[in-house]
């Protein structure tokens, strides 16, 4: 059985589709992180002694 | 797991697509759904933004048990109408990335449970990864019939884990909440196997038609059936459902046991001479009945935690309050 032969084109696109929700996904997990943090200090940052 | 060369080797580039059939979205939706009826249910005094990242990190949790899940099972998977088009037997995912991609998302979704809520329900959600993945996965479907009653507790845990992310604590209510979804499952996956029997055993999975017979099967849902509408009924006096509640498990659980009735009393899943290849959906006729309770099935489900959900939403008073 041999290998199929794939678009160049078809498979750099796919390649690109991968790329950007890899990126994004990493985004948003930065982004849940942070919005955790700020949630769960909360008013915890604003009582805390100087 | 016995993968062949032909299965490791992509036939087209995979899109991002592929990846996301690999969390099984339409699973996925049910799990959230039964998540945030824990959740809300259970009262808890949980931040709205914290209580939705909860949700999240549970539906990424079960995507990533259905991710290890295509991985190991892509054989039999490829002998299956209903599975042979998943992304690693097609061959559009390899799947070792269908297992990075399980590992990868198990982490995430654990530790940023934990981190949002607390350490119950990041414990509950790795154990049910673990469940599903390894005990159901690879132990019990390939090696006994009873492989759907015990592996059923996978996705009978998540509004359990709902329940202990809002409130550190998963009691009573919880847990039957996660029994009403344990004893629905035989009923309705058998009910599913009774039209797709040829299937399981084409790919040697035990399925109860294929090791103890169709009419051994019809009787065994008839008994489940018996058993999970008064574990359905019991919410309303645990202070859990209120009135409305009450009233749709008990007219649905009728509904629910005459088509159990009526599938004990037919034939479906016996081989009577009829074929039908056309599709996986076009059932044979003597397997009507069969189908007509795996729908039904869905829809109580539904309707018993949309129902619970909304009363809770509501504040509707629940039928224990008035004792």
């Known amino acids: ?50 | 797991m016995a993968m062949s060369p032909a299965l490791s080797r992509a036939s087209s580039p995979a899109r991002w697509q592929d990846y996301v059939q690999l969390l099984k979205p339409r699973v996925m939706s049910l799990v959230i759904f039964t998540a945030i009826t824990g959740l809300v249910c259970a009262r808890g005094p949980v931040n709205p933004v914290l209580g939705a990242i909860a949700i999240l990190c549970i539906a990424v949790g079960a995507g990533a048990s259905a991710s290890f899940n295509m991985w190991y099972d892509a054989d039999i998977d490829a002998k299956m109408r209903r599975t042979r088009a998943r992304p690693v037997p097609s061959g559009k995912v390899q799947g070792a990335d269908a297992l990075a991609l399980g590992v990868v998302l198990s982490l995430f979704s654990v530790m940023l449970l934990g981190m949002t809520t607390n350490w119950l329900a990041a414990g509950l959600l790795a154990f049910t990864i673990f469940f599903y993945a390894v005990v159901y996965t690879m132990w019990l479907k390939r090696s006994t019939p009873q492989n759907i009653v015990i592996g059923g507790l996978a996705g009978a845990l998540p509004p359990v884990i709902g329940w202990a992310a809002a409130t550190g604590a998963a009691p009573l209510n919880a847990w039957l909440l996660c029994a009403i979804i344990f004893m629905w499952t035989p009923p309705h996956f058998w009910a599913l196997s009774l039209y797709t029997s040829e299937d399981y055993e084409k790919a040697g999975v035990p399925m109860m038609p294929v090791t103890a017979g169709a009419a051994s099967t019809r009787k065994q849902i008839l008994i489940y059936s018996l058993l999970f509408i008064p574990i359905c009924i019991v919410p309303a006096f645990t202070g859990l459902g209120g009135l409305t509640y009450l009233a749709v498990a008990a007219a649905g659980g009728l509904v629910f046991l005459v088509l159990a009735w009526r599938v004990f009393k037919s034939r479906a899943g016996e081989r009577i001479g009829e074929r039908n290849d056309d599709g996986l959906y076009d059932v044979k006729a003597s397997s009507k009945d069969a189908r007509n309770l795996f729908a039904f099935s869905i829809l109580y489900l539904t309707l018993l935690f949309a129902t619970l959900l909304a009363e809770h939403l509501l504040d509707l008073p629940a039928v224990g309050a008035f004792q």
């Open chain 1, 1 to 50: 059985m041999s290998e199929p032969v794939q678009d160049p084109q078809v498979e750099a696109k796919a390649r690109r589709g991968r790329n950007i929700a890899l990126a994004l996904g990493l985004v948003l997990f930065v982004v849940l992180v942070f919005v955790v943090t700020v949630v769960r200090l909360g008013a915890s940052v604003a009582v805390r002694p100087l």
